[in-house]
């Protein structure tokens, strides 16, 4: 890879932005589960009133991250009374980091985890946290080895299939 970049996306980005997250999302799991679930899942998540609001959302935060200037991944970063679990106003949810395939395993995952930790303690969080489906497993040896660890679970709806995802957390040294 040569050049990566990393936007903090408006409104302007929602079309692009859309495209990465249904893009990112069927290639990490259309393999697992089925297509009315996923159909559903993505039509729910992705529509553009959804995104609209997301974006606009104060205490949402989406991250573009580009390869060439193609983009290659993003992260949904969450505070407050945005995240989708009740962790306290000093905790910061990635709600979602997904990459495309191509750009897997060089890296780009742990630069987007360490932009998450610089926006958590510009915000002078103490802690980040997200979900992780059960059988990913290599995302949870990927967030193990960036020093998260299990805290619990939650349900995570796919369409109409009930899953579980493992919570993790990482502290953070605030600034």
Known sequence: ?????????TLEDMDRLRSLCVDTFSDTFAKDNSTQ?????LERSFSQER???????????????CVDGVPAGYMKLNTGRAQTETMGDDAMEIER???????K??????ALIQQAENAAMAQGASTIWLGVW????????????????TTGQHVFMLGDD?????????????A
């Open 1 to 9: 890879m040569n050049d990566i970049t990393f936007t903090t996306c």
């Open 162 to 174: 009930r899953q579980i995802d493992h919570i993790m957390h990482k502290g953070i040294q605030r």
């Open 37 to 41: 679930d996923m159909d559903a899942y």
């Open 51 to 65: 995104m609209r609001s997301e974006l606009s959302n104060p205490e949402s935060t989406f991250i573009m991250a």
């Open 105 to 110: 395993r060089h890296g780009l995952g742990t």
């Open 134 to 149: 059960e059988h990913n497993e290599p995302a949870k040896r990927f967030y193990t080895r960036m020093g998260f660890i």
């Open 97 to 103: 980091l997904y990459i495309l395939s191509r750009y």
